[in-house]
Each structure stands twice: as structure tokens, then as C-alpha cells.
């Protein structure tokens, strides 16, 4: 109950920010062809999982693999929305300090706000682009019948740079806080933590 009530808040100050902002770069530049793109995205990297006796275990020995892919689309020349799904393996430990590694699902739907274009002005051949970025969704820990989604909040950086008119190289770092059953371990938190670093490809149509 303490995350739901946590997240209430927090969804409505995304909706506020995004909403501003649309407002903001719709007056400030004319419709730019960008505007109409949708675009793919796909991503692959490492992955840390803090949970409630991570400590048990040392610091290299807490990260695994994960991948990433994405579906969204520019709706102002500075905001985009997408949809991205995760397919990660978190390692962490246990009470009695042994190591335990399993996976999860992850999906959420993301604001994403484009500061190179509101800082210069809109510019469809820049090179690099700095994308925050800011998303709720939900988490599911896979092959465990009793296993509950849990909700999410996310916030990371997406380092765009342009390779043509269609490719863009990706460097993605975010982290999530999630709710405190996603490890199957119940420690009277009321939310862990996630961070993820990736690098991929974006296609734009």
C-alpha cells in the first residue's frame, strides 16, 4: 500500500511535466518532419539489482545481463513517447548469504524530452542529442506461480547519436525503483532499486 500511495503522486507530476512541456515546444518551433516519426529501438547490457541483503554478496558480484526493445513515436519537435519491455537477470543475495540469480519482465510507458532541441532549436541532422527521460510501468519475476507485478517508476538518459538519416547509436543508462516483492524477498521496504546501462540502436521511420 505504501508504493501506491507513493506512485499516485508521482504520476501526476509526469503528466504535468509532460504536458507542459508539449505546450512549451509546440509554440516555439513549427511542426518539424521529425514530429510525424515513429521509430524501434533495441538495446543490450548490464544490469544491478538492489534488494534487501545485497550486501551479503560483494559489489562485482551483483550485476547480470539484460536486453531491451522499444516502440514510440516524436509528437513535438522536443517529446516523444514509448513503450519499452525488458527482459533482464538480476543477481543479488539472500539472508543466510548465499547468491541468488533469477529473471524478470519489465514494461513501461515513457515521457521522453529531447534538451538539445529545447536548448538549440529544432536541427533534424544533429549529431547528439540528450534525451531524459521518465516512465511508470510494472515488473514481473518470471517462472514463480505466486509472483505478483509489482509497479514501477524509471528515470535515465538516453545519449542519442546520429549516424544517418535513419540510425542512431544508443547509449542508455536508467534506474527503476520497484515494489519490494520483485526479489520473492519481503524485507519491510516499500520499494528496491534496479540500474540498467545498455547500448543499442534506434530505427527511424
Avoid at 537477470?89 to 539472500?94: K, L, S
Avoid at 514501477?152 to 549516424?163: A, C, V
Avoid at 524485507?187 to 540502436?201: A, I, P
Amino acid at each position: 500500500m505504501k508504493t501506491t500511495r507513493t506512485f499516485k503522486p508521482i504520476c501526476l507530476i509526469l503528466l504535468l511535466l509532460f504536458a507542459g512541456s508539449a505546450a512549451f515546444a509546440q509554440g516555439k518551433w513549427d511542426a518539424f518532419p521529425k514530429n510525424e516519426k515513429w521509430f524501434l529501438m533495441g538495446g543490450v547490457g548490464i544490469h544491478g539489482y538492489v534488494g534487501d541483503y545485497d550486501s551479503q554478496i560483494s559489489f562485482g558480484e551483483r550485476f547480470g545481463a539484460g536486453g531491451e526493445i522499444a516502440v514510440g513515436k516524436w509528437i513535438a519537435p522536443a517529446i516523444a513517447v514509448r513503450l519499452q519491455l525488458n527482459a533482464l537477470h538480476a543477481v543479488g543475495g539472500t539472508k543466510s548469504g548465499k547468491k541468488e540469480s533469477w529473471n524478470y519482465g519489465h514494461a513501461h510507458v515513457d515521457a521522453m524530452l529531447n534538451l538539445s532541441e529545447l536548448a538549440v532549436g529544432a536541427d533534424e541532422e544533429r549529431l547528439y542529442s540528450a534525451i531524459p527521460f521518465m516512465g511508470i510501468g510494472v515488473a514481473r519475476r518470471a517462472a514463480r506461480h505466486n509472483a505478483d507485478a509489482v509497479p514501477t517508476l524509471t528515470i535515465g538518459l538516453l545519449n542519442s547519436f546520429r549516424m544517418n538519416e535513419h540510425l542512431c547509436l544508443n547509449i542508455e543508462g536508467k534506474g527503476s525503483i520497484v515494489g519490494d516483492k520483485l526479489d520473492g524477498l519481503a524485507g519491510g521496504r516499500s520499494g528496491e532499486g534496479t540500474l540498467t546501462l545498455t547500448v543499442g540502436m534506434t530505427y527511424n521511420f
